[in-house]
């Protein structure tokens, strides 16, 4: 395909270039700031990272993890985080590769994501699982992934900005971009609410903004009318004057794009201070089956979008999800499973631990062509792809299919509602393909 064939390109030329080396091959987590784990397979001789050629599965595989467990997105990161490190469960016993992961909190933080991403890069990571939050995703990609030659696989930034980044083939990611997402919203407010007037509220980062931006031309499109953008940042301790704002001239729905922590007051705040009968979608960064019990409200009025996992492996990730965490999976669970498979079956077919080689292989391990691998599957491709063989993963959330610029060519969302007594509802699917 030709798509795999551009960011190739770029990687070889950047590896002729002098691409950044990666530090250490110990497999360590360089200063020991978060939790490292290492899961040995099939008892197969190991060696030093850094072997290159394929060379079969006596070789150690190595996986950073950069996902936010505490901040903003504590609340969904820890599930997500879950799902990323569950490929060790899954492999464990059943292959000869050893699993060298490393698990860093981003806490919904730049400045705090940086350095949890040095601290991979200081340990030997060639690729990383992460980030979550698009804006952090963009600053890790920015300053440390991208001079560093690490790929970075996120499963769950959507910002329409991680398409143009200037990244030589090395970001990939599993949630699809909100480019569609805003398509999704506009639908949903025409034709479950028969809207023709919107107001949004975002959180003013790159996913708030752009996300906003990608409805309001979507709703324009299908002759809907905006009348308020309003942004706010996120952990303040009252958004009443900002709700106020938005509620003027009585939209017919409103949109709220944000995280649970700054969520939760804001629709404290809502239900205390206005007309509780006000249409509001919400995007899946509020995706929390605890939302209501945190607000204190069943939510009766808020309905949502977000990408559905909806993939070829997804009844096996949700049985090895619920046995290992004693819970459902939620939002982006899966694609973080798929973010991690996919990036362990490109170290395997890569033959070292090297970002830029892995990086190559992205595209040659998921993208449609080869012999099918699924979850339930990922040992055997791993054999499969160290051997040389052409091989295509299809996972827990998708297919898995990556364009020139590492985003998915289709998705799935679903449109759900909170249920009183905690938990998520599907109250329909809905299919789009960015062609």
């Known amino acids: 395909m030709p798509s795999r064939v551009n960011r190739r390109d770029v990687i070889r030329g950047l590896g002729a270039a002098g691409i950044a080396g990666l530090a250490g091959c110990a497999g360590g987590d360089g200063d020991g700031d978060g939790d490292s784990t290492t899961t040995s397979g099939g008892g197969g001789d190991t060696t030093t990272s850094g072997d290159s050629g394929g060379g079969g599965s006596s070789r150690t595989l190595m996986q950073g993890v950069l996902l936010p467990t505490t901040g903003d997105l504590g609340d969904l990161g820890g599930p997500i ?11 464990e016993g059943e292959t000869d590769f050893e699993l060298d992961f490393s698990v860093q909190d981003t806490q919904t933080d730049p400045n705090a994501a940086q350095s949890a991403a ?3 890069r200081n340990g030997g990571y060639p690729a990383v699982t992460g980030a979550a939050s698009s804006e952090v995703t963009i600053s890790v990609a920015e300053n440390v992934f991208v001079p560093s030659g690490m790929v970075g696989c996120s499963p769950a930034s959507t910002s329409p900005d ?9 970001i990939y990611r599993t949630a699809p971009t909100d480019a569609l997402q805003g398509q999704v919203l506009a639908q949903v407010a025409t034709e479950e609410h028969q809207a023709s007037t919107a107001a949004t509220m975002y959180v003013n980062n790159s996913y708030g903004q752009l996300l906003s931006e990608s409805f309001n031309s979507a709703f324009q499109d299908q002759d809907g009318q905006v ?3 309003v942004s706010f940042q996120k952990g303040q301790s009252s958004y009443t004057s900002r709700i106020s704002q938005a509620l003027n001239d009585n939209p017919d729905v409103v949109v709220v794009i944000g995280y649970p922590e700054s969520g939760i007051q804001l629709f404290r705040d809502f239900y205390s201070d206005f007309d509780s009968d006000v249409p509001i979608l919400v995007t899946d960064g509020l995706r929390s089956s605890s939302l209501p019990a945190d607000v204190g409200n069943p939510l009766d009025n808020v309905t949502g979008t ?3 996992a909806a993939g070829p492996g997804r009844e096996f990730f949700d049985e090895q999800y619920q046995n ?15 973010a991690t498979a996919t990036c362990l079956l490109a170290n395997a077919a890569a033959g070292e631990n090297d ?10 391990v998921a993208n449609p062509g080869g012999e099918e691998v699924t979850p339930s599957t990922l040992a055997e491709g791993l ?11 299809v996972g827990a959330s998708s297919a898995v299919d990556f364009d020139e610029n590492g985003d998915l060519a289709a998705a799935t969302y679903e449109h759900f509602g909170f249920q009183e007594g905690g938990g998520i509802e599907t109250l329909s699917e809905i299919e789009f393909s960015a062609n």
């Open 118 to 120: 040095q601290t991979l």
């Open 227 to 229: 009348y308020q953008e």
């Open 306 to 308: 977000a990408p559905l």
């Open 383 to 393: 054999e499969m792809a160290a051997e040389g063989t052409e091989i295509q993963y």
């Open 81 to 91: 985080r879950d799902g990323a490190v569950l490929p060790q469960t899954v492999l």
């Open 162 to 170: 991680i398409t143009d980044l200037e990244d030589n083939g090395l």
């Open 324 to 338: 290992e965490y004693g819970e459902e999976p939620g939002v982006f669970t899966a694609q973080a499973f798929d």
């Open 355 to 364: 970002g830029a080689a892995i990086a190559q292989e992205m595209q040659n």
